[in-house]
């Protein structure tokens, strides 16, 4: 098959009366999503096709209709976070120029603040069923979502069907499902880590509960959440997983149906692991590792009982549908074990490219023996066994929360203040914390600071802890110091 | 209770902390912080919060949480 919405019909055929997507109040099955879908699908036929179409996505099952009636449409969508600030959501838009915004009945007071001028809906209910479908297919887009860039300027990733098909192909044989899945989704559905729980669910007739967030602050109320929606199958941050460990919540509780636990976006400490292998023993664990410029993830790291002698875990071999290398400065490719190198991925779940930019595009995508590459950016070594063991970022991305923030872009942000003459913004690995430097030219306070950054970032990219200094140690080049005040921070 | 505020101020400075009593049922507290509130609070009162205490009842506010220690330090 080559396009999404053929499987999302497939599906619907095969399975009408299976629950499609729940939230906490309310569910559709797979025949009662198509028809919603319908009926937001007749105000989306006036568009002309291939444009994309933002979609201000919520924890309910209607943004996921939202997203298939994009999809069926003809169109691509962009999932965005509507609580963004004002500025980054304009400088989006800007970007993007999407024709029209789908979103929540709580946005309609997000949209009035914004520059847009484009159509806005959010009670999508037409009584017109008869729409006809025109999807895109093949390498023509799915989606696009936007990554952190350095300069602070908006990035956006463009994914085709063809990689997202891709990697569903590839990801379900590795790892197939069973009749009765049910996905239990923590990642918002305008991150593109989402993306892997809606599209693997379609594809294998799954069931997605969205969880709501504020089961994520509290452990125990979480755990019997999952029990009580019989949730099987995640794939989490884990940041998510630790909350249940690292506050002993097994001691009250365990989740009794988990069978398949997936997790990405950062490293799992190994400690928190052994606590979840010892209390859910007979679930299967995966470490996986993807980047926004491939279509699901590329390499994979099962976990066996024996963790004694590993410190971090690797992330393991590629996927079946991806060949990686490791090549040095050189470009050449390294095969022996402990030497580090940079990540090179080829594979048909690559991304498209991004947005209207081929510069940054023709930067890190291009073409070698008729293969499309992407240089990762990520430095990895492998181990005694071949696994490949992920060694840092090459430049100053980090992940938090799952979450790929640029150092650069909060000190873009930090810099564009006329109260900071210059700052230096790094991450306290151990205690997870975002860590901003400053040297000042007029009397602020920290809180003050704060604020001032609530409008430029967002919520999760606003440093912890600001350190105000009179002057910022530089180092013989005049730089700032940053392997001194790493030093503070250690 | 000073300690306890101090603590929160650390965690997020924008909440008043001292009128809010919906800290979890209204998704004040952001997801995942709790992780670093419950370690902070264990080491500043040398106390192990049992999970059964891990429920909105005892985190909703500050006056809750202060109890919620008190009942701990009692219990020890």
Redesign the interface.
């Known amino acids: 098959m080559d396009s999404i919405w053929k499987i999302f019909l497939t599906t619907v055929t095969k399975f009408p009366q299976k629950i499609a997507v729940a939230d906490q109040n309310s569910s559709y099955t797979y025949e009662e999503l198509f028809a919603k879908i319908k009926s937001i699908n007749s105000l989306l036929a006036k568009y002309q096709r291939k444009n994309p179409i933002a979609i201000f996505a919520g924890r309910n099952i209607d943004t996921v209709a939202q997203i298939l009636a994009v999809i069926g449409s003809g169109n691509y969508y962009i999932p965005l976070d509507s609580s963004l600030p004002k500025e980054k959501l304009n400088a989006i838009l800007a970007d993007a120029k999407p024709v029209a915004i789908l979103g929540q009945k709580e946005d309609e007071k997000v949209i009035e603040n914004l520059n847009f001028q484009g159509d806005f809906y959010t009670n999508l209910d037409s009584s017109d069923k008869d729409c006809e479908f025109s999807p895109l297919s093949g390498d023509e887009p799915l989606y696009m979502v936007y990554t952190s860039g350095s300069t602070g300027n908006p990035k956006g990733v463009l994914k085709s069907n063809n990689a997202v098909i891709s990697f569903l192909e590839a990801f379900s044989t590795l790892f197939p499902f069973e009749e009765e899945t049910i996905i239990g989704n923590q990642t918002p559905l305008f991150f593109d880590a989402s993306a892997k729980d809606l599209y693997l669910s379609i594809y294998n007739g799954a069931t997605l509960e969205i969880i709501p967030t504020e089961k994520f602050i509290l452990p125990v109320g979480l755990v019997n959440y999952l029990n009580e929606r019989k949730i099987n199958w995640i794939c989490w941050v884990p940041s998510a997983l630790c909350l249940i460990s690292q506050l002993n919540a097994f001691m009250e509780v365990k989740p009794e149906y988990l069978k398949r636990i997936f997790f990405v976006g950062e490293a799992f400490p190994v400690k928190q692991l052994k606590k979840w292998l010892e209390n859910v023993p007979n679930a299967k664990y995966v470490n996986l590792y993807g980047s926004s410029e491939i279509a699901g993830v590329c390499c994979y790291y099962e976990i066996n009982n024996n963790l004694e002698n590993i410190d971090v875990l690797p992330m393991g071999k590629a996927m079946p549908n991806c060949e990686i290398t490791l090549r040095d400065e050189k470009n050449q490719i390294i095969n022996e074990s402990g030497v580090v190198g940079e990540i090179f991925i080829s594979s048909p779940a690559l991304a498209l490219g991004y947005y209207h930019n081929e510069e940054q595009t023709n930067a890190v995508f291009f073409k070698e023996d008729n293969k499309r590459v992407f240089q990762s950016g990520d430095l990895a070594r492998y181990d005694e066994e071949g696994n490949l063991c992920f060694v840092s970022r090459k430049d100053f991305q980090i992940k938090y929360m799952g979450r790929r923030i640029e150092l650069g872009e909060i000190e873009a942000a930090c810099d564009k203040l006329p109260e900071i003459n210059r700052c230096c913004c790094l991450y306290d690995e151990k205690r997870k914390i975002i860590t901003l430097f400053c040297e000042l030219n007029s009397e602020l306070t920290v809180s003050e600071i704060r604020n001032l950054l609530k409008d430029k970032l967002a919520t999760y990219m606003i440093p912890g802890k600001i350190n105000i200094y009179e002057k910022l140690p530089l180092n013989a080049n005049g730089k700032i110091d940053r392997q001194l005040l790493k030093k503070t921070i250690m | 209770m000073e300690k306890l505020m101090e603590i929160l101020m650390e965690i997020n400075?924008?909440i008043d902390y001292k009128t809010e009593k919906n800290l979890?049922?209204g998704?004040i507290?952001?997801?995942?912080?709790?992780?670093n509130l419950?370690?902070q609070i264990s080491e500043t009162f040398d106390i192990e919060?049992?999970?059964?205490y891990?429920?909105?009842k005892y985190?909703n506010s500050v006056d809750a949480m202060w109890e919620m220690i008190q009942a701990i330090l009692d219990e020890e």
């Open positions: 400075p924008d979890i049922d998704k507290l952001d997801s995942f912080s709790i992780v419950v370690a919060i049992s999970p059964k891990l429920i909105p985190f």
